[in-house]
């Protein structure tokens, strides 16, 4: 079947340290992937896309994602982690339609 | 400055009474869905338009309308409101529909309790 998983629900990380979070979909084709973010009380932003080419896209914040075919896997990553960033994380794919992840809550320990 | 408004932010009614969710695009954009996020299940499709007067139904459209009478506005409808909709709706735009390769602009948000 068609999805877009999120294994972590909930993760916690100390502030400064590195961050990743999992996405995992399951298409025929190469979809279009997206993460977008979602801050307490807000809309979704949109943090990074990959479409095509160069695996390892850069987005806002400071965060980055590389796309591998192989693993079917979009993972989101940040090198150093700030309290700001604590929010609820969502892949996505546009495979016609857009198809979000469960989502993952990030929490930040000072 | 370009923005997705939605209206209420916030909304609690009773079963029954029929409830109109506004949203609101000013990018000219041709796509436009309504989903619902409820904890533990992400967001979830309701209903999308590819353009003007082209609506079609998403994962879970029972008990939703929508309708897409103008480029800029798609308004959710609750013609009969029950508690399992209870939820936070988000209306979302996009420049082209299919393949969904562009960008979602997301409204602020809107929770509805339905009590």
């Known amino acids: 079947a068609q999805s877009v998983t999120q294994p972590d629900i909930h993760i916690t990380v100390s502030e400064g340290a590195s961050l990743e979070l999992r996405c995992n979909y399951s298409?025929?084709?190469?979809?279009?992937l997206f993460w977008y973010v979602q801050s307490p009380g807000q809309g979704l932003q949109l943090l990074l896309k990959?479409?095509?080419?160069?695996?390892l896209v850069q987005g806002i914040k400071g965060f980055e994602a590389e796309f591998k075919r192989s693993q079917s896997s979009f993972n989101l990553r940040k090198p150093s982690v700030h309290w700001s960033d604590a929010a609820e994380y969502f892949c996505?794919?546009?495979?016609?339609?857009?198809?979000f992840g469960a989502g993952t809550r990030l929490t930040v320990k000072p | 400055e370009a923005q997705v408004t939605q209206n209420p932010r916030y909304l609690i009614t009773v079963t029954g009474k029929k409830l109109t969710v506004t949203c609101s695009q000013n990018?000219?954009?041709?796509?436009m869905s309504w989903y619902r996020q409820d904890p533990g299940l992400g967001l979830r499709q309701i209903y999308y338009s590819m353009n003007v007067e082209v609506t079609d139904k998403g994962d879970v459209p029972e008990g939703y309308k929508v309708s897409r009478k103008e480029k800029r506005n798609f308004p959710l409808i609750l013609e009969s409101p029950s508690p399992n909709q209870t939820s936070l709706y988000f209306c979302?735009?996009?420049?082209?529909?299919?393949?969904?390769?562009?960008?979602?602009?997301f409204g602020q948000g809107t929770r509805l309790t339905v009590v």
């Open positions: 979302a735009s996009s420049l082209y529909g299919q393949p969904m390769n562009t960008e979602a602009f």
């Open positions: 990959y479409f095509s080419g160069d695996t």
């Open positions: 990018m000219n954009h041709e796509y």
């Open positions: 298409y025929g084709a190469t979809p279009y």
């Open positions: 996505a794919v546009g495979v016609g339609d857009m198809r």
